[in-house]
């Protein structure tokens, strides 16, 4: 075994590259031609030699050479790498990170919030300061029980929010998921709380799928004695099937009525930050019917840049309300007929009754579907085909609405 005395003596021969006098365990001191001295322990890596540096000598004493060695010796006895406990270690400490809840949820937020769009921004903020710093924002990321976080979405349960408690666990898995990832927790809690929660029903917006009842809604808006303006909004809206914002934003430079083609551009879609910037536009092919009804329009609102202006500027579109209150008018309230259910309505019958391939379907409703690969469908795909689709369900809407009995016709389609 070493002394303090040999460690002090100890040198390299000139002709040697390095020189080891070893002291017990696997601990040695290495001592190179220029004088300079290094601890290292020798131990075993899966049946290969591996060593881990102990500090220099003499700023590290025989003692506390000893002293390291032991403590590397405990850390393989438990099953892991010493050499790389030791880089997770100083990873840690270089990055200087907090572990406060707080800190590292806000650490979250900034990095993934610019990939999401603003109305998921305002939400997942909110779950953040409204439901889960006010009660864990203190304290230690890594200490957080599965116990604790479970009370703290409770108090959402508590009000009646049954999906809002259930976005609030999910807005807590992503924080807790990034603490683990930057090695401020040593388990995400939020995974053992799934199924902890009392189960809520997603609330559709409501949609009249019986064709007959359908037939009677699509007589009561041609028959709507409002303006010329809600009045087409209101035809095209089962006809076209896309959702409310994007019809209501309906602009004429969009529409090419030769060519009975609406493109959408991507930033008007319900799409993530990066598909709203560098996405496709959705391109939605017009029937017939749509075509006169919009050329029907063009003299009134023409002039301006949207298909739907609304009354008071017409550098805005119809509100949303505009169409709600129109329904209502008509006598179909909003736990009737939506204008989002239109979506609905027509999913449903475009493949239970004229039996369309819902791939067409998904696409024409600007939904990413994906293959039995995982890929996901281009939005703007199957554009001829669908064409052909929605001239047949334009079509079927007519013959509905002048009394055809076409409630049980199923037509075969590609």
Known sequence: MLTDTACKKATCPPDKKRERIADSGGLYLEISPNGSKRWFWKYRKQGKEGRMALGSYPDVGLAAARTARDTAKNIKAGGFDPVQERKVGQLRASANLGEGFELVAREWYDKRAPGWSSHHQVRELRNLEKDLIPWLGARKVGDIEAVELLATVRRVEARGALDVAHRVLSTARGVMAYAVATGRASRNVALDLAGALTPHRTKHFAAIIDPAKLAELLRAIRSYQGGPVVRTALALAPMLLQRPNELRGMAWAELDLDAGLWSIAAARMKRSVEGKANGAPHLVPLPRQAIELLRDLHPLTG?????????????????????????QTLGYASDVQTVHGFRATGRTILAERLEFDPALIEAQLAHAVKDTNGRAYNRTSFVEQRRAMMQTWADYLDKLRMGADVIELHSKAA
Do not use: C
Request: aromatic share 4%.
């Open 303 to 327: 002039h301006t840049t949207l298909v739907f202006p609304g009354e008071r500027a017409s550098t805005r579109p119809i509100s949303d309300n505009t169409l709600r209150a129109a329904l």
